[in-house]
């Protein structure tokens, strides 16, 4: 047993690493433990053809080394998972972190004892420490949708999550491709430049703004080092986390012709500057909403030939932002080439009967593959923690706790579960992520000094404190409409997952104010946690 331990991380992506470097800088002795071969989290695994990031670089990345951010230089806006890779691998060299970490070793439980946590591990290894805390990522835990005779499949079957890191040799195969979501979109024009054929398996369709990529200029890259914390600061105050100048008002306010020139501009400046650099109520009017929709859905019929092809892909009965949309880079021009084809599973269209041995079955025709590809999705949020048998006082674990739904408190500690602490836990905000894990490190890493220096031998969430966060999570997102996805098995509301606990699983008010919520608490003396001695 490893017992000379103060804490366990669980996991070495970006939360895990900042969370390691900061236990170091408070004289904790720390020990990670990822289940990867390497360091990367999502960005170790996300191989998948296509893969990039969705947020431009520059906020993107960890903020807490002013050498780090001075010696790091990004090459294009959205770097590729390649890119990103080669950064945390970076972050892990300049700061020599691997010699704390075990690396293709999996956590498999965890128990609370008095005295702080066991931890077991899928090599045998058992782990004592005071303090556990975990950076397992929202979109960690994959989702593989149970088809009949998946098992059967005797092409090549992939996750996109799981994909090889030597990649897949494409060339003049015939590949079918399940799923749209943002992973799909990145996937379907880079897979479809490289195969045979590609038939896509589309049943919700997305609202697919262009990322606008293109590589950075060393005048820009210079001036955005320079102003790296301006930066920060400006992404701290913004309501997901990015650091973007406010819309141009409500956008009913303005006529039609001026309405479209905005979204226009926006279409220009891509990803996610279209949906808040526009107007200011694209998540909140449902007729603001409403006109962005049909801006993009008469964007898709401009760029897609066909009209039947145009008019499945453009989604309806859902707003825009609904679903967490994708970034593309030429998504909607991919189904102009002739080696793509478009299969509309929903219910309205032909679902998907079964998987058999030569490919796809849906209620009206098969289609045949040398390589299918399962772009599913993630049991988000809570799937990679209760796959874990976390057991808290009592033996309570935490996928009994949260049957009905999620309970923690700032998303960061739950009752019941003492010295455990999750970063981007469920509750917290869903909002540009680097930004909110290194807030949640500073925070968790103020709380261990504090328990350390006050000589604190519990510190726990009460009942009332979680079940007020458990309100204020509710309330923040009732006036916007995030949560009008849940027909459409958005993975906001757990509704991507059949038979999952439907309610909103992430923080939607703001994470600039989940940000002066965790300052508050702190500032209070840690109000709302049990700290015993
Ligand atoms: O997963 P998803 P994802 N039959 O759940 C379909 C982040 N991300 O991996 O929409 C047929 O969004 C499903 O159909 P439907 C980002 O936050 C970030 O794409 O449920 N189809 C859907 O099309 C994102 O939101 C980045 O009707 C089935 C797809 O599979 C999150 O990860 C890049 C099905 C799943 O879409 C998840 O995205 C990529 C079935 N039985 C992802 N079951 C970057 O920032 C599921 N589907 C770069």
Request: some cysteine; glycine content about 10%; hydrophobic content about 40%.
């Amino acid at each position: 047993m490893n017992d000379d331990l103060d804490l366990v991380i669980v996991g070495a992506g970006f939360a895990g690493l900042a969370m390691l470097h900061r236990a170091r800088e408070s004289g904790l002795r720390a020990r990670v433990i990822e289940a990867g071969s390497g360091v990367g989290g999502t960005w170790f695994w996300n191989r998948y053809p296509g893969a990039r990031t969705d947020s431009e670089c520059y906020y993107y990345q960890l903020s807490f080394s002013k050498e780090l951010v001075q010696e790091w230089t990004w090459s294009e806006r959205y770097p590729g998972q390649p890119e990103m890779l080669r950064y945390l691998d970076f972050v892990a060299d300049k700061f020599d972190l691997r010699r704390d970490i075990t690396f293709s070793t999996r956590v498999t439980a965890m128990e609370f004892r008095e005295d702080g946590w066991d931890v077991t591990t899928d090599s045998g290894e058992l782990l004592r420490a005071k303090w556990i805390v975990t950076g397992l990522g929202f979109l960690t835990h994959p989702h593989v949708p149970e088809f009949p005779g998946l098992d059967s499949f005797a092409g090549d079957l992939y996750l996109t999550c799981r994909w090889p890191a030597e990649g897949v040799d494409l060339a003049g195969k015939r590949v079918g491709i399940i799923g749209t979501g943002a992973t799909g979109v990145q996937a379907i024009p880079i897979i479809a430049q490289e195969a045979a054929s590609l038939t896509v398996f589309q049943r919700t369709p997305n609202y697919v703004v262009p990322a606008q990529n293109r590589p950075l200029e060393p005048d820009e890259i210079a001036d955005l080092k320079a102003r790296h914390y301006e930066i920060l600061a400006k992404a701290r105050g913004h309501s997901f986390a990015m650091p973007f100048d406010p819309g141009h008002g409500p956008a009913m306010e303005f006529d039609e012709e001026e309405r479209r020139r905005i979204f226009e501009d926006g279409w220009a400046r891509g990803g996610f500057r279209f949906l808040f650099e526009t107007f200011d109520d694209l998540i909140l009017d449902p007729d603001a909403n409403e006109a962005a929709a049909e801006f993009i859905r008469s964007k898709i019929r401009e760029i897609v030939y066909d009209p039947e092809v145009a008019e499945l892909l453009s989604p309806r009965g859902y707003p825009y932002s609904g679903k967490r949309p994708p970034a593309g880079h030429d998504y909607y021009e991919a189904y102009n080439r002739d080696n793509v084809t478009l299969v509309d599973v929903s219910a309205k269209g032909a679902p998907i009967r079964e998987i058999t041995p030569a490919g796809v079955r849906t209620a009206d025709a098969e289609y045949e593959f040398d390589v299918l590809v399962l772009a599913t999705g993630f049991d988000a949020v809570t799937g990679a923690l209760t796959a874990i048998d976390v057991r808290g006082r009592d033996g309570l674990t935490l996928k009994e706790k949260w049957l009905d739904a999620p309970k923690t408190y700032l998303g960061l500690t739950v009752a019941g579960f003492p010295n455990l602490f999750t970063i981007s836990g469920p509750m917290s905000p869903f909002a540009n992520l680097p930004v909110c894990i290194e807030k949640n490190v500073e925070w968790i890493g103020n709380v261990l000094d504090h328990a350390r220096a006050e000589g604190v031998r519990t510190v726990e969430a009460t009942e009332e404190a979680e079940a007020d966060w458990g309100r204020r999570v509710q309330e923040a997102v009732e006036p916007t409409l995030l949560t009008l996805g849940e027909g459409v098995h958005s993975w906001f509301t757990g509704a991507n997952i059949p038979g999952k606990a439907h309610v909103v699983n992430v923080w939607f008010g703001g994470a600039n104010n989940y940000f002066a919520a965790c300052d508050e608490v702190a500032e209070r003396g840690y109000e709302g946690l049990r700290l015993t001695r």
